[in-house]
């Protein structure tokens, strides 16, 4: 108890100096959980996939369709339970800044091969029966405050002119990780307007969405169904939805990958500064150290002085870092553009590792100071002059 | 009188680089239980160098130094600092006191290494605060006080671990003399109450005129009786 309190009085015998660290240890922590939490809700977007399903697209790129026609194809392929598919619409919902999914989508079979999407026999009965309504995540439902029954418009860009749909219902998410941030709405109601429109574009999808039985045999498959159509005018690439979402993701890598290394640069800058501060309080202390040892504390003693002077401010600084990254990714969440990310929260895993590099940033910062002080012999520290 | 302290033969060097620094050479020096000694010589003869290794703080090039019949200069740092901490009481110039610990908790601090209750603890400190004649002063910071009151402060936190030996460097070197007359009443009357065993350095042979008895050291060796 004594011990602590002398801790408690050491660290606060500076208190610009120590306040100075904790707020540099709190702000390392805050955009260390911030970073993390980009870095780590990317990841999740991964991670969500579902490894009994399979992606097939156009071999060149993503970006380019495949035939409508394929989906009889696929379907026969052995171990394939269903084949859904669906297709990037984008366009503008009221502004610009309201970014979230919109799909035309095959309506009699998506929610069979995205299960984590619940939504009610009613309104699923409804969405399929009518031509131009449409399916909402929660998440938008809550955003926009559209209800079921509500129209959406829609301001095509890659399919030019005005879309009008009726909300017919609203799925919610399975889990955390489930996307709550898709409008879905159908395939057939786009393609009657582009046979019209622009014929050229019609009967086409965007990429095949197949449900397999066995995750075991999704190699197998994959090379089946690309075997179907190799040498056409629209070679396939089917791959797990995994490497899919990799595969989408990784064009956002090199961000991501910096932002990862930024946020333990933070940690280790940080590191420097305490273990600065460390050291000059060490070293003022040079002469008091020599009495402690005079006065026959140990080497444990002084050890337990220093480290928990150094782990205390880290605490400091950590805990309250932990305690605005809440509020503050929350405000941050507010900031971005709505959707942008499907989900943004804290993962546990963001907040024991912030906690750990607390811990672990007083640890460090107490090595060198306390190697200093051990070293120096008690004559020697008498006679220091700071 | 028993010997309490035996120095035998005893060589101190440092060195700075690669240069050797001899500060003591061959030094034996004996003293009795009881005694308070005051060791003058001026700067530079290795008057605090043998303070030192008498209280386990140094360790010498060469030779015995035994104290309450343990031979230190064999001790490992470990044992050194429990020995130092049952056995030895340090009254250093410039106090040394811990500028965050009120004279209490200063006074407290050796007693932290011991198995004493909080209680016990307590009373021993006030005890020799009270004997200092700082028992209205307990709470107050180094800060607070003037160097006379610092110096006793320092005086208590040497004698409460109740040490065989004390030893005092320069106690009243930073010492107005009035402060610096108080401060050797105290010695002596811990000395002749208390039969606390003193070796004290000073260069003001008026503080050496207090001692039972005093020893020169020129140059590393002691001279007269």
Not at chain 1, 162 to 172: A, E, K, L, S, T
Not at chain 1, 196 to 210: D, F, S
Not at chain 1, 258 to 276: E, H, K, P, R
């Amino acid at each position: 108890m004594k011990v602590l309190k002398l801790i408690l009085k050491n660290a606060l015998r500076h208190k610009l100096r120590t306040s100075l660290t904790i707020l540099g240890i709190t702000i390392a922590v805050i955009a260390f959980g911030l970073l993390r939490t980009v870095v780590t809700v990317w990841d999740s977007s991964v991670d969500a996939a579902s490894a009994k399903r399979l992606i097939t697209r156009q071999a060149v790129s993503f970006i380019f369709t495949l035939p409508y026609s394929y989906k009889e194809k696929i379907i026969n392929v052995p171990g394939v339970q269903t084949v859904s598919f669906a297709n990037w619409f984008g366009g503008v919902y009221k502004d610009k800044n309201n970014f979230f999914a919109r799909m035309a989508v095959d309506v009699e079979t998506i929610f069979d091969v995205m299960p984590e999407f619940l939504i009610s026999p009613e309104e699923l009965a409804a969405f399929k029966k009518e031509r131009n309504s449409c399916v909402i995540g929660s998440e938008i439902a809550k955003q926009y405050n559209i209800k079921v029954g509500d129209q959406m418009t829609l301001e095509g860009d890659i399919y030019p002119g005005r879309w009008d749909f009726i909300v017919r219902g609203i799925y919610r998410p399975q889990n955390k990780n489930t996307d709550a941030t898709q409008m879905l709405f159908h395939w057939q109601y786009v393609d009657e307007r582009m046979k019209i429109e622009t014929p050229v574009r019609a009967g086409n999808v965007g990429w095949y969405i197949v449900a397999i039985k066995d995750p075991n045999k999704a190699a197998v498959i994959s090379d089946q169904i690309d075997a179907l159509f190799k040498n056409s005018a629209a070679e396939t690439k089917t791959e797990t939805e995994k490497a899919f979402t990799q595969g989408f993701v990784s064009s956002s890598g090199a961000i991501i990958t910096a932002m990862n290394c930024m946020s333990f640069m933070i940690i280790g800058i940080i590191m420097l500064v305490l273990a600065n501060t460390m050291i000059m309080a060490a070293r003022e202390r040079t002469r008091e150290y020599a009495v402690f040892k005079t006065l026959g504390f140990s080497t444990y003693h002084l050890t337990g002085l220093i480290l928990g002077e150094s782990l205390l401010i880290s605490f400091f600084g950590g805990g309250i870092g932990i305690a605005l990254t809440y509020p503050i990714v929350a405000a941050f969440e507010q900031a971005i553009p709505k959707g942008f990310f499907p989900f943004f929260f804290i993962e546990p895993k963001t907040t024991i590792m912030a906690l750990s590099a607390a811990i672990l940033i007083g640890i460090f910062a107490a090595i060198f100071p306390i190697q200093r002080t051990l070293k120096t012999k008690i004559v020697e520290g008498f006679r220091f002059v700071g | 009188m028993t010997e309490l302290i035996q120095v035998d033969n005893v060589s101190k060097s440092y060195w700075r680089d690669s240069f050797e620094i001899p500060v003591l050479s061959n030094l034996s020096l004996s003293v009795k239980k009881g005694e308070f000694m005051a060791l003058m010589g001026p700067s530079g003869s290795g008057k605090t160098t043998l303070l030192n290794l008498i209280a386990g703080i140094d360790k010498p090039t060469s030779g015995k130094v035994i104290v309450a019949g343990t031979e230190i200069s064999n001790l490992g740092e470990s044992a050194l600092a429990k020995w130092r901490a049952n056995n030895i009481g340090f009254v250093f110039q410039f106090y040394n006191l811990i500028p965050v610990l009120t004279a209490f908790e200063n006074v407290e601090l050796p007693l932290l290494l011991t198995k004493l209750s909080k209680a016990d603890r307590k009373k021993h400190v006030e005890t020799v605060l009270n004997i200092v004649g700082l028992g209205s002063h307990i709470q107050h910071y180094p800060k607070q006080l003037s160097g006379g009151q610092e110096q006793r402060v320092a005086i208590a936190r040497a004698v409460v671990t109740d040490p065989v030996l004390l030893v005092a460097d320069e106690p009243t070197g930073d010492l107005d003399k009035n402060s610096a007359d108080e401060i050797l009443t105290l010695l002596e009357r811990l000395n002749k109450e208390f039969n606390k065993t003193i070796m004290m350095v000073t260069h003001d042979p008026h503080a050496a005129e207090r001692a039972r008895s005093v020893r020169h050291l020129e140059k590393g060796d002691l001279v007269g009786a």
